[in-house]
């Protein structure tokens, strides 16, 4: 901006005003400057709220997906409020039926459900399907352990959490990590 040497400019020919000389307001953030303050996520990796999510492709079981997510720097997603279980739910292709292994099993004490840190599972939100968490052993009880770890289950009109057999059934998975710098 360039101002006169004397700080009076004339406006319409009919009254003089003083400027006095003004720094340039701060520039808005840009869009890319706001992505380059996110959080990194590693590529295939969605960002939200600080962490990063992988939904995989691949089907494995429910040992073989912890210990897949723990070895991409993660673990088996840890849901912790409606929000992310929100975020979760509108990232999830819904092409027919999908259904992801989570970080949440009753392996230690039958019916005591825990997420992968330990914590006790939330009842609010609900999003069990009500005939879940039966600890179904299988037609010929070939399962006598039960059904120990959950999973998410996502089609057009349904989204529910299920138990299922730990090692007995291949799912996709979500992983988990803390987003970086």
């Known amino acids: 901006m360039e101002v006169a040497s004397d700080k009076s400019v004339c406006l319409n020919h009919k009254r003089n005003v003083n400027l006095t000389p003004v720094q340039d307001p701060p520039k808005e953030k840009t869009l890319e400057k706001e992505l380059e303050d996110v959080k990194n996520c590693a590529t295939?990796?969605?960002?939200?709220?600080g962490k990063c999510y992988y939904l995989s492709s691949d089907e494995k079981n429910w040992t073989e997906s912890r210990d897949s997510c723990v070895s991409m720097g993660g673990h088996l997603v840890i849901i912790n409020s409606a929000e992310e279980q929100s975020f979760l739910k509108q990232a999830m292709p819904t092409q027919g039926w999908e259904e992801y292994w989570i970080g949440l099993t009753d392996?230690?004490?039958e019916t005591d459900w825990r997420w992968l840190d330990n914590t006790p599972l939330s009842q609010t939100p609900k999003y069990w399907n009500e005939e879940q968490f039966d600890?179904?052993?299988?037609?010929?009880?070939?399962?006598?352990?039960?059904?120990d770890c959950a999973?998410?289950?996502?089609s057009?009109?349904?989204?529910?959490?299920?138990?299922a057999f730990c090692e007995g059934k291949e799912l996709k998975r979500?992983?988990?990590a803390i987003a970086v710098k």
């Open 151 to 154: 999973h998410l289950i996502l």
């Open 135 to 147: 600890n179904w052993p299988g037609n010929n009880n070939e399962h006598p352990e039960g059904e």
């Open 44 to 49: 295939g990796w969605k960002y939200h709220s």
């Open 174 to 176: 979500v992983c988990e």
């Open 107 to 109: 392996s230690v004490n």
């Open 156 to 163: 057009l009109n349904h989204y529910s959490l299920m138990d």
